[in-house]
């Protein structure tokens, strides 16, 4: 039944999907501290202590100067490229009383508003979103 | 000797549990999506499954980015509901089942599946959100339940086809054990959904229709799907479909349809929702 795939293979075929990052061990490995950090503010002290000093709390964890800021800055596309995860950055929009569609709207270019009435609509078609090199 | 009575797929939105919690599922938006599990909340009412299998996958509350188990069976007595950043649902704990867990858990090893064992830990939506679409919002819950948490989060995640043969797998465990017990098994998450980059919100009601097809009769085709068509066709968090093979695949060769759901949107997600027994 088995139908190993080449891990090369298998893993350039996610950069072939336009505006996505598919969470691979190279994401992972890059965003570690990052995703710990987010991680911590399921604590509700985690969460007083983040919320009184934003700054001191980020020099916990060693992260990149970039991660830091972008947390800061909450540029959620940004962090994904800095090796987040949307379950683990989903800590930080949680804390800022954003829900998801608040926040996953913010990386898209459209307004929450914009983005909810595509939603509301059907959502998103995949046509012409499957593949970059094959547009379909 | 225990059985595997019947297989529950459902997505595991988190607002669906904020509607709940917050007494707003009958509402313009919510309505819809909660009159598809009506007739299931009645059919779960007269079955009164003793366990429940509940295929779900962790998002970064129980496991962290430093421990990430491809398959991890929950042993232990009670789970409580996690804290997922707004303070932890207020639902029932719920119940674990001990003795079959475990003797799933060793079956399982010696069926060559390397399974995680975790005594302790949080459930989150991804558990508690099936619960309350099945059983709205009990006292206390009316099975036990045994968390069975898959990693689909972190890639590569477990392939179709060995979800598939896990589900067999789980199915023999089952049927393995000397106490009477009815056991029903639920696979949960999808439906299409991408909560990330700039093609969030993505949504393939005919995919994703084609794969319910798919799970109903002797078809076992979706074991075969390879990630990328998911991520392709059903963005990347659609990739949670995996689990409903777990389900499917414990349900032997051939299935029955009992009931079947399917709204867009809740919130940036599709909902999709089964029910389905042996034939």
Redesign the interface.
């Given at each position: 039944?088995?139908?190993k795939?080449d891990?090369q293979d298998?893993?350039a075929?996610?950069d072939d999907?336009?505006?996505?990052?598919?969470?691979?061990?190279k994401r992972?490995r890059q965003?570690?501290h990052l995703?710990?950090f987010?991680?911590s503010?399921?604590?509700?002290e985690n969460?007083e202590a983040w919320k009184a000093d934003e700054k001191a709390y980020l020099e916990r964890w060693p992260m990149s100067e970039a991660q830091k800021q972008a947390v800061l800055a909450r540029d959620?596309?940004l962090l994904?490229d800095l090796g987040g995860?949307?379950?683990?950055l989903?800590?930080v929009f949680?804390?800022d009383?954003l829900?998801?569609?608040q926040a996953?709207?913010t990386?898209?270019?459209m307004t929450v508003e914009e983005?909810q009435a595509?939603?509301?609509a059907?959502?998103?078609?995949?046509k012409g979103?499957?593949?970059i090199k094959d547009v379909y | 000797m225990a059985r595997i009575s019947a297989g529950v797929a459902t997505s595991h939105v988190?607002?669906l549990g904020v509607a709940v919690d917050q007494g707003k599922t009958r509402d313009a938006y919510f309505g819809p999506i909660f009159a598809g599990y009506d007739w299931t909340k009645r059919w779960e009412a007269e079955q009164k499954p003793d366990v429940i299998v509940l295929v779900y996958n962790d998002?970064?509350?129980a496991f962290?980015?430093?421990i990430i188990p491809t398959f991890a069976i929950g042993t232990g007595e009670h789970f409580k509901p996690?804290?997922?950043?707004?303070?932890p649902r207020a639902v029932p704990d719920v119940s674990g089942h001990p003795d079959l867990a475990w003797h799933i858990a060793q079956s399982l090893i010696l069926d060559d599946f390397d399974m995680t064992i975790i005594n302790q830990m949080d459930v989150d939506h991804g558990l508690t959100v099936p619960l309350s679409m099945m059983f709205g919002t009990p006292a206390a819950w009316p099975a036990k339940v045994i968390p069975l948490a898959v990693n689909v989060?972190?890639?590569?995640v477990p392939?179709g086809?060995r979800c598939w043969?896990l589900g067999e797998a789980i199915r023999r465990a089952v049927e393995s054990f000397p106490e009477d017990l009815n056991v029903q098994i639920w696979g949960t998450g999808g439906m299409?959904h991408?909560?990330?980059?700039?093609?969030?919100?993505?949504?393939?009601?005919e995919?994703d229709n084609r794969f319910m097809d798919s799970l109903i009769g002797d078809s076992d085709a979706a074991?075969?799907i390879?990630?990328?068509e998911y991520?392709?066709?059903?963005?990347?968090?659609g990739i949670e479909m995996v689990m409903w093979l777990i389900m499917r695949g414990a349900l032997g060769e051939r299935t029955r349809l009992l009931h079947r759901h399917y709204h867009?949107?809740c919130?940036?997600t599709?909902i999709g929702h089964l029910v389905l027994e042996p034939d």
């Open positions: 039944m088995s139908d795939a891990i298998y893993l075929a996610f999907i336009p505006g996505t990052r598919i969470y691979t061990a992972a965003g570690y995703n710990q987010a991680m503010l399921m604590k509700a969460r959620y596309s994904l995860n949307i379950y683990f989903a800590k949680s804390t009383g829900s998801f569609v996953v709207s990386m898209t270019g983005y595509m939603m509301n059907g959502g998103r078609s995949p979103v499957r593949s | 988190p607002l998002h970064a509350s962290d980015a430093n996690a804290d997922e950043g707004w303070g989060v972190t890639y590569p392939s086809n043969m299409s991408q909560l990330q980059g700039q093609r969030a919100g993505l949504i393939n009601a995919w074991r075969r390879p990630h990328i991520l392709r066709e059903t963005g990347s968090e867009v949107p919130s940036n599709a």
